[in-house]
């Protein structure tokens, strides 16, 4: 593909995200990078630098901007940093590839360590959760309570019906409509704004790791050992949806009960995947109550 046309899939796909995060947001946001030795890592900050911090980690290609229902009733409390991944799709900017699982993780505590926190709350979703529960396995002593929904392998493997989807969605722009179909099953629609950033970001990529690559030791997506499980001492809440498409959510949740020793387990009734869109204010209140107590 001519540079061109890459920088001309690039400026469309940043033109999207602006767009996004312009239209949705719903409160004052100020939003920066942070340099670290895997990239520029881009941020969105909302809520009081005075508040105890709460880090939000997004899903695979959704960016930080999928926190827009979220974040009002959040930073109400909580200085909440919105992390785009690096490595994914979204604006931050990868320049050193990540090598093995503790990498992630390092570079997850390089923007930390920036921003000077030394103690936050996380909430992560299915991609953003994978992190979360690998940065809990690798320096749990940051963490105070950590929030994972609808997490991307980590427990247990994808349905395979979920690579065949994925891979339509790099494939075609009505496969990106498809995807959100599949994971939604009519009961919610994305707004425009967040399914033209999807598109724009998606269309003509890299396809997701496939199946086998799942248990690999170096990379994501991963299942979690036992006994890397048994070792986390962080206070947890796991939510599912009941209508979870990517994975069987009932022997997902057979596999995640009492993993942890300070797990807290729940199905969430008529949401799926993307809950925390899908239902916010149930989520909303759900995890203030966990992060509160």
């Known amino acids: 593909m001519h540079t061109s046309k890459l920088n001309d899939q690039e400026n469309s796909y940043l033109q999207s995200y602006d767009k996004a995060l312009q239209k949705l947001w719903p409160i004052a946001f100020s939003s920066y990078f942070v340099d670290t030795s895997y990239g520029h890592t881009y941020i969105i900050e909302s809520g009081d630098k005075l508040s105890p911090p709460l880090i939000l980690l997004h899903g695979a290609r959704m960016s930080s901007t999928m926190w827009y229902p979220n974040v009002a009733e959040w930073s109400k409390q909580y200085r909440v940093i919105c992390i785009d991944i690096i490595g994914d799709k979204n604006r931050s900017v990868l320049e050193k590839k990540f090598t093995n699982r503790s990498s992630y993780a390092s570079w997850l505590n390089e923007v930390l360590d920036h921003l000077q926190i030394d103690k936050t709350y996380i909430v992560g979703l299915s991609y953003g959760a994978l992190h979360t529960v690998n940065f809990l396995s690798l320096f749990p002593q940051i963490v105070n309570k950590a929030v994972i929904i609808s997490p991307a392998a980590t427990y247990i493997p994808f349905d395979p019906v979920f690579y065949s989807y994925a891979m339509g969605m790099v494939s075609n722009k009505e496969g990106v ?38 248990q690999t030791e170096q990379g994501f997506p991963y299942v979690f050992k036992d006994e890397e499980l048994a070792q986390i001492q962080t206070q947890l809440l796991l939510l599912l949806g009941e209508k979870e498409v990517m994975y069987n959510p009932e022997e997902a949740f057979c596999r995640a009960k009492d993993s942890s020793p300070h797990i807290t387990l729940e199905m969430v009734r008529g949401v799926g995947h993307l809950m925390s869109m899908e239902n916010p204010k149930q989520i909303n209140k759900r995890v203030l109550r966990f992060l509160d107590k």
Do not use: C
């Open 177 to 214: 409509k498809s995807f959100l179909e599949w994971i939604f099953d009519h009961r919610y629609t994305v707004d425009p704004l967040i399914e033209q950033q999807l598109i724009a970001g998606t269309f003509g990529s890299a396809p997701p790791p496939n199946q086998e690559e799942t």
